[in-house]
């Protein structure tokens, strides 16, 4: 249709339509177009109704190669929508914006839900990251460049979290713990820096202060609060949903949390691994989950430049 394979070429031709110079009605097959890239590109991220795959391949694969997919690979996943729907199908927004919506509220109210009875801790963060997908794609109908900025601040967070939490789970595998939930019964008698570590990486996934997850958080909320105030007021639901489903996730989170602390061990022996490199790599997600708040400033900048590249 657009006789071009590049984002610029394609953006210049649907620009084109938009302003009236290229002639025809091409609204509906932009409209399906875009379904497609949404099916495509949902797998990626894993939104529903896209989502069937994660919480079996987070509970079966190897946990790190788990931490790849859950951090890097989503984020990558991210990186292409941001690219297609915010700069190069952005002068058709109207075909897609409602499509996104309603994938995001689905995708953080079942994801949330479907956490609460899980019984696998690779199962339980699966459905988490579905959530936390759900909570960035709301940037999408705001289309503002503080709620892109929020948005993608809201990634690379979710990657540090995300991929945390799971090394800590592997962490916790590997010393023989198992990983079903109910393995991490008095996790803190046996090993307070992987207690403290997996404490922190699940209070910022909810979004707590002062901890990383509530900077990006905000940042996505508030952008996308301010789009729905001065346009669209229906995005304003999203938001507010948002904020729910965020109180909401704080119950399985918790979960994990006593398990560790007000739980007896099943075992009196402490954690203890061969090599510091786990020690290493725990101290450095606590760093970055409590450093990062201190340069949000900065987060935010750097996010806000690459949000004016996409809107460029």
């Not at 990186?79 to 995708?107: C, H, M, N, R, Y």
């Not at 979710?158 to 996790?187: E, P, R």
Request: net charge negative; aromatic share 14%; hydrophobic share 55%.
């Amino acid at each position: 249709m657009t006789g071009s394979v590049t984002f610029e070429g394609v953006n210049a031709f649907l620009t084109g339509i938009d302003n009236g110079v290229i002639d025809g009605d091409f609204n509906e097959l932009i409209f399906i177009s875009s379904l497609f890239i949404i099916a495509g590109l949902g797998f990626k991220i894993a939104v529903v109704p896209f989502h069937a795959w994660a919480p079996d391949v987070y509970e079966g694969a190897p946990t790190p190669v788990t931490a790849l997919l859950a951090a890097a690979s989503k984020a990558m996943g991210f990186v292409a929508l941001f690219k297609v729907f915010i700069f190069t199908l952005e002068p058709f927004s109207d075909e897609w914006s409602l499509v996104l919506g309603i994938i995001a509220l689905v995708s953080m109210t079942i994801g949330n839900l479907a956490a609460l009875s899980q019984k696998d801790i690779g199962r339980m963060l699966a459905y988490s990251s579905i959530a936390q997908a759900g909570y960035i794609l709301i940037a999408f109908p705001a289309l503002t460049l503080d709620a892109v900025s929020g948005a993608i601040a809201h990634t690379m967070v979710h990657a540090f979290m995300k991929g945390g939490a799971f090394i800590i789970v592997a962490g916790v595998g590997a010393a023989g713990l198992g990983y079903d939930i109910s393995s991490f019964k008095g996790l803190a008698k046996r090993s307070q820096l992987l207690a403290l570590s997996m404490t922190v990486c699940l209070l910022s996934l909810v979004g707590l202060p002062p901890l990383a997850g509530f900077i990006s958080k905000f940042l996505l909320f508030y952008g996308v609060l301010q789009a729905g105030v001065s346009g669209d007021t229906w995005i304003i639901a999203l938001v507010v949903a948002g904020v729910l489903n965020s109180a909401l996730s704080l119950y399985y989170y918790l979960k994990v949390i006593r398990y560790m602390y007000l739980y007896e061990p099943e075992g009196k022996e402490d954690v203890i691994f061969a090599t510091p490199i786990r020690y290493t790599s725990f101290l450095v997600i606590l760093f970055l989950v409590i450093i990062l708040p201190l340069f949000y400033q900065d987060l935010y900048s750097l996010c806000e430049d690459a949000s004016r590249e996409l809107f460029a």
